[in-house]
């Protein structure tokens, strides 16, 4: 597939190594006739070795047949999480490497997950869009205040901290976004 058309969480194969992209930036050059360049952030599958990887629009990159399997989080092991696939019950173990970033925002029973496969190996997560967390600790909303959206610190009960809206208060339920990492509305 070409450069162009490779998103986030596409797995894609280069000098022989199979790699699963996890950031991409485009830069477009100013001026006339430039090509339009994107800086792929790549990590080994399996392993999480990071690679950065330039390529024009026009490059093209083999796509890898990768497996999705619906799976919710079952316990932690050690360091690994553990899921269950939805359907036939197989547990799927990742390291904490491969779950990375996304380890903030799983929390017991935890559904709606996809665990991806490549040649019968679990080698990466996909989280649901949204994910419903709770406040554990957040400052007191300022009485009188004005009356505009002023963000404050929240932590939740994974131990990551975003920024919520001044009406939020501890204890409250909310959603946060797993792709941004940004408060979505109340549960």
Same mark, same amino acid.
């Given at each position: 597939?070409?450069?162009?058309?490779?998103?986030?969480?596409? $797995? &894609?194969?280069?000098?022989? #190594?199979? !790699?699963?992209? %996890?950031?991409?930036?485009?830069?477009?050059?100013?001026? %006339?006739?430039?090509?339009?360049?994107?800086?792929? #952030? /790549? !990590?080994?599958?399996?392993?999480?070795?990071?690679?950065?990887?330039?390529?024009?629009?026009?490059?093209? /990159?083999?796509? $890898?047949?990768?497996?999705?399997?619906?799976? #919710?989080?079952? !316990?932690?092991?050690?360091?690994?999480? &553990?899921? /269950?696939?939805?359907?036939?019950?197989?547990?799927? +173990?990742?390291?904490?490497?491969?779950?990375?970033?996304?380890?903030?925002?799983?929390?017991?029973?935890?559904?709606?997950?996809?665990?991806?496969?490549?040649?019968? +190996?679990?080698?990466?997560?996909?989280?649901? +869009?949204?994910?419903?967390?709770?406040?554990?600790?957040?400052?007191?909303? /300022?009485?009188?205040? #004005?009356?505009?959206? %002023?963000?404050?610190?929240? %932590?939740?009960?994974?131990?990551?901290?975003?920024?919520?809206?001044? !009406?939020?208060?501890?204890?409250?339920?909310?959603?946060?976004?797993? &792709?941004?990492?940004?408060?979505?509305?109340?549960?």
């Amino acid at each position: 597939m070409k450069a162009s058309d490779i998103k986030r969480g596409n $797995v &894609v194969e280069y000098n022989n #190594t199979v !790699y699963q992209v %996890r950031d991409i930036e485009r830069s477009a050059p100013q001026g %006339r006739g430039g090509n339009v360049t994107f800086r792929f #952030t /790549l !990590y080994s599958v399996p392993g999480g070795q990071k690679y950065d990887l330039s390529l024009r629009a026009e490059d093209e /990159l083999k796509e $890898v047949e990768l497996s999705r399997r619906m799976a #919710t989080f079952s !316990y932690k092991d050690g360091e690994a999480f &553990v899921f /269950l696939d939805a359907e036939d019950y197989t547990p799927y +173990q990742l390291d904490a490497d491969v779950v990375g970033d996304a380890a903030g925002y799983i929390t017991d029973g935890l559904e709606g997950c996809y665990v991806q496969i490549i040649d019968d +190996q679990p080698v990466g997560l996909q989280l649901p +869009q949204n994910v419903t967390l709770e406040v554990v600790d957040t400052p007191p909303e /300022l009485k009188g205040g #004005t009356a505009t959206k %002023r963000p404050k610190p929240a %932590r939740l009960n994974t131990g990551i901290e975003i920024m919520v809206p001044e !009406y939020i208060a501890n204890g409250e339920r909310i959603l946060v976004n797993t &792709v941004t990492g940004e408060y979505a509305g109340r549960a």
